[in-house]
């Protein structure tokens, strides 16, 4: 079986999904099981998990602990998540991997990522979230990668290829999870859908991730993320693509639902190589 990147997830991370079951995203939480089946079933070694939410300002950090084990509370919403319990395995020579990658990489040089070895770090729920699903048991250990606001699109594709190149040195099987919304114009009302213009724009999205035209993608993702409103202004969305770009082997694309959460559009979307 092959090593590096064997696929890349798109996943929802709404905070109801840890403690609650509203009917209005029924699909997506059902989709989001799924889609863990799916993963699961493709026996990744370890995985490398992008937080919309866990941000960071000037440099890019990626968590290089050998084990993960705390509490999460999610600080914009602590009455849904007032600190759900996590247990899992880093993979340490990985994350230095990456590091090394991106100190190696043109886009990426001067010490912009960096590792983040504090022994009291927690988790934000963005990170949690797409994880209670795709691995519930917390067998596969899981790698960090923070969000960097000061980060261009372009540098964060340059992130997804330094990302890349440490799998496909690692010898691991790495699937690679991009955690967040699509369009993100957000309220007050739960259950609000987006605007039937943002929600074209994300359904668009999705088709062209089944479809693997990355060069397409690529090239409207600026616009998409500005008009879309895209969650982090489609950071997460880009090193998705940067990670995808490479492949050896056309790509193809499975959805597992698409929903609503307070005037968001979230989907669930897992790429791996065409059979």
Request: with cysteine; aromatic share 6%; hydrophobic share 45%.
């Amino acid at each position: 079986m092959g090593t590096g990147i064997i696929g890349a997830a798109l996943a929802t991370h709404s905070p109801r999904m840890a403690a609650q079951e509203p009917a209005f995203m029924a699909e997506l939480m059902q989709g989001a099981r799924a889609m863990g089946e799916h993963v699961r079933a493709a026996r990744p070694d370890v995985l490398v998990l992008q937080s919309a939410h866990w941000q960071t300002t000037f440099h890019w950090y990626v968590t290089c602990h050998a084990h993960h084990e705390g509490h999460c509370v999610a600080n914009e919403a602590p009455d849904i998540i007032p600190g759900t319990p996590y247990r899992r395995n880093g993979d340490a020579a990985l994350a230095h991997a990456i590091c090394d990658a991106a100190a190696a990489t043109p886009a990426l040089r001067g010490g912009i990522c960096r590792r983040n070895e504090s022994p009291h770090f927690v988790w934000d729920y963005g990170s949690l979230v797409p994880l209670l699903y795709m691995d519930p048991q917390g067998a596969l250990p899981v790698v960090l990668l923070s969000t960097c606001m000061a980060a261009t699109l372009d540098e964060c594709m340059a992130m997804g290829a330094a990302i890349r190149a440490a799998a496909e040195r690692s010898g691991r099987r790495v699937l690679f999870v991009a955690s967040g919304a699509l369009s993100h114009a957000l309220t007050r009302t739960p259950h609000q859908w987006p605007t039937p213009e943002r929600m074209d724009m994300d359904h668009r999205f999705v088709r062209l991730l089944q479809a693997g035209d990355l060069g397409t993608l690529r090239d409207w993702l600026p616009a998409f993320s500005r008009e879309a409103v895209a969650e982090v202004g489609g950071r997460h969305l880009a090193t998705l693509l940067g990670v995808l770009q490479g492949a050896d082997t056309p790509l193809r694309g499975e959805a597992f639902g698409y929903g609503q959460s307070s005037g968001s559009g979230n989907a669930n979307v897992l790429v791996r190589p065409a059979a």
